[in-house]
């Protein structure tokens, strides 16, 4: 049916297909469920929906989260998975691809410079626990250090750092 459009027995247009989570996105919110949900009761409270929020990419202010929890609880103040993977559906597919993208770069870039520099790469690497010897980020003659090959390869401008334009280039070039 790939050039037809979609119509139903009569003959009438069918509404496009409901957008939906990959099923990789859908095993990250049931694992974040899972994993918050400490006492392993099926439900969640407050405070694990919070950081159950918080790990999927959603930190909400306390009034937004309690709202979400009174919106879906059934006078108990907990949540069910069903219901987390509602809120949680809804969500991610509301988010804006680009300001996600933004998002991602301000979390290299904890110095607000605009730019991601060989300094904001070792200190991901460590955060990440990849313990990278000098040897990975300093320029040697001959040699070309892991990090800093990283970033010749996609600095189009030959400043030695990646600005958010360029960042958000090769993200979307993967895609």
Do not use: C
């Not at 979609?6 to 409901?18: D, E, F, M, N, Y």
């Not at 509602?86 to 988010?95: C, D, H």
């Not at 040897?135 to 250090?145: L, R």
């Not at 010749?152 to 070039?173: R, T, V």
């Amino acid at each position: 049916m790939s050039g037809f459009p979609r119509t139903s027995r009569r003959g009438a247009s069918l509404p496009p297909p409901k957008p939906s989570l990959t099923d990789e996105q859908r095993g990250e919110v049931r694992d974040a469920f899972e994993l918050f949900d400490t006492d392993k009761d099926g439900f969640i409270d407050y405070h694990e929906l919070k950081v159950a929020m918080r790990a999927l990419g959603f930190d909400l202010r306390k009034q937004e989260v309690l709202k979400i929890l009174r919106d879906h609880d059934r006078g108990d103040g907990l949540m069910a998975l069903a219901d987390f993977e509602k809120v949680m559906t809804e969500k991610i597919l509301a988010r804006d691809p680009m300001e996600e993208l933004r998002r991602a770069f301000s979390l290299f870039d904890d110095d607000k410079t605009g730019r991601i520099s060989l300094k904001n790469l070792r200190r991901v690497a460590k955060e990440l626990g990849e313990h990278l010897g000098d040897e990975e980020f300093i320029y040697a003659p001959g040699i070309t250090p892991l990090m800093a090959a990283m970033i010749d390869e996609f600095d189009m401008d030959g400043d030695g750092e990646i600005s958010q334009e360029e960042f958000i280039a090769i993200m979307l070039d993967g895609e």
